[in-house]
């Protein structure tokens, strides 16, 4: 059973839809001259992002998902990493753009690119919606990001508390409330 929250919006589906579109831009901008990108999905918090993303990218591009675990039901990472489904297709020698809804500790986000570097992409960066920098505990960065976000637990925007909330529009921080009796 969870505790009991409430839900602040911290940013709104305007910001985001707006951030998307830069991104997009961006990354455009970056791979250029790429016959077709792979865009990896880490699963289960990216999902309403990616598809928001590629959608806007002026690339040919080749979706491709990966899910992870290192949260379970709980606030805090557990830090250790489980891969629950790979990539169905070949990254070798191609470019390869990983996006990940946050970045926290960046336990996550470096034991993914360490695997990924075994399959020997042509190049890999990486494209984080949310990061928490006062949170990290191992040396792991985004070449891009949505936004910076204090250390709170939020959720909405494909990203859960015990599998709930993912379907909001906005990011909301939750916060949590005193249980009485």
């Known amino acids: 059973m969870t ?44 999902f309403v992002f990616i598809a928001d993303l590629v959608r806007e990218l002026d690339l040919p591009v080749e979706g491709d998902f990966l899910e992870v675990s290192s949260y379970g039901n709980s606030t805090e990472s557990s830090r250790e990493v489980r891969i629950l ?12 753009l990983l996006v990940e809804d946050i970045v926290d500790t ?6 993914v690119l360490e695997i990924l ?8 960066e990486v494209c984080a919606l ?31 508390y015990a599998q709930r909330n993912r379907n909001l529009p906005h990011i909301g921080a939750v916060r949590f409330l005193e249980e009485t009796g």
């Open 117 to 124: 570097a075994t399959r020997h992409p042509g190049r890999i």
């Open 130 to 160: 949310l990061d928490k920098p006062s949170r990290r505990e191992v040396d792991v960065r985004a070449r891009w990001i949505g936004f910076e976000i204090p250390d709170t637990f939020v959720v909405g925007y494909g990203i859960d």
């Open 3 to 46: 505790t009991p929250y409430v839900i602040d919006e911290l940013i709104s589906a305007k910001a985001i839809a707006a951030r998307v579109e830069s991104l997009a831009r961006e990354i455009s901008g970056f791979y250029k001259g790429t016959d077709k990108l792979v865009v990896v999905g880490l699963l289960r918090g990216s």
């Open 106 to 111: 960046g336990h996550t986000l470096k034991h």
């Open 85 to 96: 489904k790979d990539l169905r297709g070949e990254i070798e020698g191609r470019d390869v």
